[in-house]
């Protein structure tokens, strides 16, 4: 018998859960300009957000690649021979802090010079007076200056360049333009909720008279809240479509144009793959979420019957 009830209690539910839906569906199609307003506030909220998402994490991207361009050239006594420049490359290595370490000898550093200020250059590779050199990365780029005072107190250091004073004002600029950009997109996606909620709001308003006469009939709330809920999801899932199609469609011909023009450069674009598809994931859960947050908080004053 349990068992029985169990079964029809499950039966029940499934059956309840499509009859919402199929109400949530028709009550969209009979208030057609009222949905329309709430599809078109999504509509245009959630280009401005994704146009404003693409822009910031475009930018992030730059920042990161500037900041992992950044390097530590270590330059080695004279004095040092071959295994003193092991043993200095290997405590280099052994650093937490260092991701990257690379060994350029005096020989090459005068080719690299050669090639850049020409051939008049050659005299010197008779009597070469150029350092061999460590060009040195750091795990953290922000700790550069750190490390860089950290390895001039190793042995066979002769002068350690990091481009002092010029790193870390370029770090804090990075970081203001970072800070601005999350504080800029949670105001947008404030006023994307704010906005978006407003209008659902406006929809549901206008049927209140609807939702009393369920209410005094003997309706539960959940039995009344979860169609307009479910049309909450419809509108947000609706209105993101429009900006999704737009910002991938643009996004992957702009990057078609600019991607070979920068190629090997510092300021690249994100890869329109997996960016296309977590955009239009993230477009598509904020349309969502708002939908149900703006129904869920717009039918609960009417409840109170």
């Not at 169609?227 to 702009?254: D, Q, R």
């Not at 239009?280 to 939908?291: K, M, Q």
Request: hydrophobic residues 50%; glycine residues 6%; aromatic residues 10%.
């Amino acid at each position: 018998m349990p068992a029985m009830k169990s079964e029809v209690t499950i039966a029940l539910k499934i059956r309840t859960l499509r009859r919402h839906f199929i109400e949530s569906m028709k009550s969209i199609g009979r208030n057609r300009w009222m949905t329309f307003a709430s599809i078109s506030a999504v509509t245009v909220t959630l280009l401005l957000v994704g146009v404003f998402i693409v822009m910031m994490m475009n930018l992030n991207k730059i920042a990161t690649n500037i900041e992992q361009d950044v390097e530590i050239k270590v330059l080695v006594d004279l004095a040092a021979g071959e295994e003193s420049l092991n043993k200095l490359e290997n405590t280099l290595k052994k650093n937490p802090d260092i991701v990257e370490v690379k060994f350029s000898s005096n020989e090459d550093e005068l080719e690299k010079m050669i090639e850049g200020y020409g051939k008049e250059l050659d005299l010197y590779k008779q009597n070469n007076p150029l350092r061999n050199v460590f060009y040195v990365k750091a795990v953290d780029p922000q700790k550069t200056a750190g490390i860089a005072k950290e390895i001039e107190t190793y042995d066979y250091i002769h002068e350690v360049k990091y481009g002092e004073g010029k790193v870390e004002k370029l770090f804090n600029v990075l970081n203001k333009g970072r800070n601005v950009g999350v504080v800029l997109i949670i105001a947008l996606l404030f006023t994307a909720m704010f906005l978006i909620s407003n209008t659902i709001r406006v929809t549901i308003v206008a049927r209140k008279r609807e939702i009393e006469i369920m209410k005094l009939v003997g309706a539960t709330n959940s039995f009344v809240r979860i169609p307009f809920v479910l049309e909450g999801i419809w509108l947000g899932i609706l209105g993101a479509l429009l900006p999704m199609i737009i910002l991938s469609v643009t996004y992957v011909n702009l990057y078609d144009r600019l991607q070979p023009k920068v190629q090997g450069e510092l300021f690249q674009l994100l890869p329109t793959t997996p960016f296309i598809f977590q955009l239009n994931g993230l477009l598509l859960f904020i349309g969502v979420f708002i939908g149900i947050w703006g129904s869920f908080m717009s039918v609960r004053k009417f409840l109170r019957v």
